[in-house]
């Protein structure tokens, strides 16, 4: 009987759980055969769509002449705010702050007022732009320095952490300072623009092809611009060229227009903008100014941290109440401050209302807080990594975050010292010291920070999904879910699930498109639950299968459950087996349901946002990144040299899906903090609106050495899906790793005597001026 149970163990280990598995779409995409919304063959009669924007940035619309667009060539028909049956009104909060086209007040360049619609794109694009408008400018607000000089107007409720008596804290730390901190927004810079194709059917149905995160928002706002019942109105995402959070909200505004076109017209309307156009229209990641004071002793412990986060949010609310709650969320990092207060202050300025972003305003919190760790080491003249070391969460005592949540699963000081072990970090950093010595102008420098993310929706209500599975009579499986494809391989991530949960191969699941129409009420792809939650339900689904044809075996076959197994491709039934495609045909002919919906509800989270306090995560990832660079002092330019990181998956579903997402967390996330700056001139027309004048990361910018490792044997504590650990985010912020190690080749032209306080991004213009306050500091010590 022993050995009999191993070897079912081993044969049930042997699913494709844990396993690398392609992408499900990567061939497709390799070869260009992979079907994005501007790919599928139009259809009979489509219409394209274009949107007329403000060319101000602050004012009122006095007129809008539009005679000229309504007469140029292939021109079908104008839609304004006149033209909207329901409710003018898009936006994803209660505040009802973004209207679909505005009628009088201008409150950022690039505003839709209009969309035209004509037989090609090309036609409409180009009639677009014979409108006349007429303003009354006003002086736009751009930034947080100018939102808090003309009285700091909010677009939201600001959020305030606090634990301890700060002030008294402050009052007895042997050592205080102050300092601010500027951290600079990022374009998603998706490859595939937004985009939505709306095709309208008979009553009032409406078919709406999106690149969406977030269907079910999109859903209702389509139905509540229509003034029709959810219910007659379906949203369909097969994948999109990449997300981002860019296309949780933003999708509406474009989905939206398409779908009143195509109601008016009767005809299919596609829409989908340049990308300068979109990148002037839609929001960004959270621009911040931290203010901070911090108490300390000679030691480098803190005592306490008092810090207010400023964001540049833009022209209406958005996200920007939940991305500056999660800022506060992890001002901590991986740090325990014994007295903390930390306020959001979420600005109003004439910019486009910026939005969700990879992170979520986590890694603004935590460029944050590892400011606060420099500035400690600098003023006490110790090793950052060991000042890093020693205000680690701990024990009973030192482990409840500025929220009120204990830290259960506390890794982070393991997975530091295992990554300093396996990257040889003392010893480089010996060497580079040595080697900074001799060079007078190549310097390098080499940091190593670590990453605590709390993954759940802070919104509770998201934090549920739900599925549909088909077992058909040949042994197939289809399966949909709520979650979306963006590229970061969620859905051959869910599909292992159920494979494994069946016993049978990848390639018996058909993997569907995402559709309002077979799973409802769907939860963003977002806050890197994509897995957690759709992964939980695809099982939930499959269990029910499964426990009807269990139960169905036991009485045909006069055996007990515990007799029954789902093996690789077969089942076992007592001492008889047969293929899966055989059972479910003999299930079938007894008439057992062979489908199911499952659903699933993040246990144990709950937030109490007006007390500040709660358990708004259900688990925290982990992670770390050791960075090295080179700068050349004269000139701010720099290379990063090599990155080794180590992070933390629980038991990986897909190590080679979850090492992908690393990497490509980590180059994004660097690119944040290097070389992407976003730049508006003095009348608020944004500047870097394209590929030529905008800087991501490219293959050269990579580091050149680059090694990436799973944290093994660490199962997640939370019974997850099969133990996981969600993977989209939190690589991201391993990046700041980069970001101190320039610190650190700025630091060593002064001897790292002083704190050079590099804001981000560090593009080589800010390394240089770094270089010269430095020599600058070092001229003024001189005796």
């Given at each position: 009987m022993a050995d009999a149970r191993k070897r079912l163990e081993t044969e049930v280990v042997a699913g494709p759980l844990g396993r690398t598995s392609n992408?499900?779409?990567?061939?497709?995409?390799?070869?260009?055969e992979a079907l994005y919304i501007d790919d599928i063959a139009e259809p009979a009669g489509l219409a394209h769509a274009y949107l007329g924007l403000s060319q101000v940035a602050h004012g009122r619309l006095i007129s809008l002449d539009l005679a000229a667009v309504r007469t140029a060539p292939g021109v079908l028909t104008v839609l304004t705010a006149e033209d909207i049956p329901g409710a003018n009104d898009i936006s994803s909060t209660h505040r009802h702050d973004e209207p679909v086209f505005t009628t009088q007040n201008i409150l950022h360049h690039g505003q839709p007022l209009f969309a035209v619609i004509a037989e090609t794109r090309d036609l409409a694009r180009r009639a677009a732009a014979l409108a006349k408008a007429a303003y009354e400018e006003a002086a736009p607000l751009l930034d947080v320095a100018a939102a808090r000089a003309a009285g700091g107007e909010l677009v939201t409720d600001p959020l305030k952490l606090e634990r301890g008596d700060v002030a008294e804290a402050l009052a007895a730390s042997p050592r205080r300072l102050k300092g601010s901190m500027e951290i600079g927004g990022q374009d998603h810079f998706y490859l595939e623009s937004q985009i939505a194709l709306a095709i309208p059917g008979e009553d009032e149905d409406m078919l709406v092809l999106s690149s969406t995160q977030h269907p079910s928002e999109?859903?209702?706002?389509?139905?509540?611009?229509?003034?029709?019942?959810?219910?007659?109105?379906?949203i369909e995402v097969r994948r999109m060229g990449g997300g981002f959070g860019g296309k949780e909200t933003q999708a509406n505004l474009f989905a939206c227009v398409a779908a009143l076109a195509a109601r008016k017209l009767k005809r299919p309307v596609k829409l989908r903008p340049d990308r300068d156009?979109?990148?002037?229209?839609t929001g960004k990641r959270h621009d911040f100014v931290v203010d901070y004071e911090i108490g300390f002793d000679d030691e480098g412990h803190i005592h306490a941290v008092d810090a207010v986060y400023a964001a540049r949010c833009g022209w209406n609310a958005d996200l920007s109440g939940p991305v500056t709650d999660r800022a506060l969320f992890h001002m901590d990092n991986c740090y325990f401050y014994p007295a903390v207060r930390g306020r959001s202050q979420p600005l109003r300025t004439n910019t486009v209302s910026n939005t969700a972003f990879r992170g979520f305003g986590g890694p603004q919190g935590m460029v944050g807080a590892e400011r606060f760790i420099e500035e400690v080491a600098f003023a006490t003249g110790l090793d950052p990594l060991e000042i890093r070391r020693r205000n680690l969460y701990g024990a009973v005592g030192r482990d409840i975050t500025p929220y009120h949540q204990q830290v259960e699963d506390n890794i982070a000081g393991d997975v530091i010292a295992e990554l300093e072990r396996r990257c040889d970090y003392r010893a480089r950093q010996a060497g580079i010291r040595e080697a900074n010595r001799k060079s007078p102008v190549i310097k390098r420098g080499i940091a190593l920070t670590p990453v605590k993310f709390g993954i759940s929706f802070t919104a509770t209500w998201y934090n549920q999904a739900g599925a549909l599975v088909h077992v058909y009579t040949d042994g197939t499986v289809a399966l949909n879910h709520g979650g979306t494809e963006m590229g970061q391989g969620l859905y051959v991530k869910v599909a292992q699930v159920v494979a494994q949960a069946f016993g049978i191969g990848l390639d018996r699941i058909k993997i569907t498109a995402t559709t309002t129409g077979k799973v409802p009420n769907t939860s963003a792809t977002a806050?890197?639950?994509?897995?957690?939650?759709?992964?939980?339900?695809?099982?939930?689904?499959?269990?029910?299968?499964?426990?009807?044809?269990?139960?169905?075996?036991?009485?045909?076959?006069?055996?007990s459950a515990e007799e029954i197994a789902f093996l690789p491709g077969r089942i076992r039934i007592g001492t008889q087996e047969m293929s899966f495609a055989e059972f479910v045909a003999a299930a079938y002919m007894a008439r057992v349901q062979l489908s199911a919906t499952?659903?699933?509800?993040?246990?144990?989270?709950?937030?109490?946002?007006?007390?500040?306090?709660?358990?708004?995560?259900?688990?925290?990832?982990?992670?770390?990144?050791?960075?090295?660079v080179a700068i050349d002092t004269l000139t701010g330019e720099y290379k990063v040299e090599r990155v080794d990181i180590l992070h933390d998956c629980g038991t990986s579903l897909n190590p080679a899906i979850d090492k992908g997402q690393i990497e490509g967390g980590f180059v994004q996330g660097m690119g944040w903090l290097t070389t992407e700056e976003l730049w508006w001139d003095d009348n608020g027309r944004l500047k870097t609106h394209a590929p030529s004048t905008y800087k991501i990361p490219v293959a050269s910018d990579r580091p050149r050495i680059f090694n990436v490792d799973l944290l093994e044997n660490a199962p997640n504590r939370e019974p997850t899906i099969h133990r996981s650990k969600a993977v989209g985010e939190p690589p991201l912020m391993l990046a700041i790793s980069v970001l101190h190690a320039l610190s650190d080749a700025v630091a060593s032209v002064g001897n790292h005597r002083f704190c050079p306080r590099l804001d981000a991004p560090a593009t080589p213009e800010r390394v240089l001026d770094a270089v010269d306050r430095m020599r600058e500091q070092v001229r003024g010590a001189a005796p």
């Open positions: 992408h499900d779409s990567a061939a497709k995409h390799v070869a260009g999109v859903q209702h706002m389509v139905a509540q611009v229509l003034a029709v019942g959810s219910h007659a109105v379906t156009d979109d990148m002037v229209i806050a890197s639950s994509g897995s957690d939650l759709n992964g939980m339900a695809a099982l939930d689904a499959c269990e029910t299968i499964k426990a009807r044809l269990i139960a169905f075996a036991s009485k045909r076959w006069e055996v499952g659903f699933y509800a993040t246990p144990k989270i709950h937030w109490d946002r007006k007390a500040g306090r709660g358990h708004p995560f259900y688990y925290f990832a982990y992670g770390a990144a050791a960075a090295e």
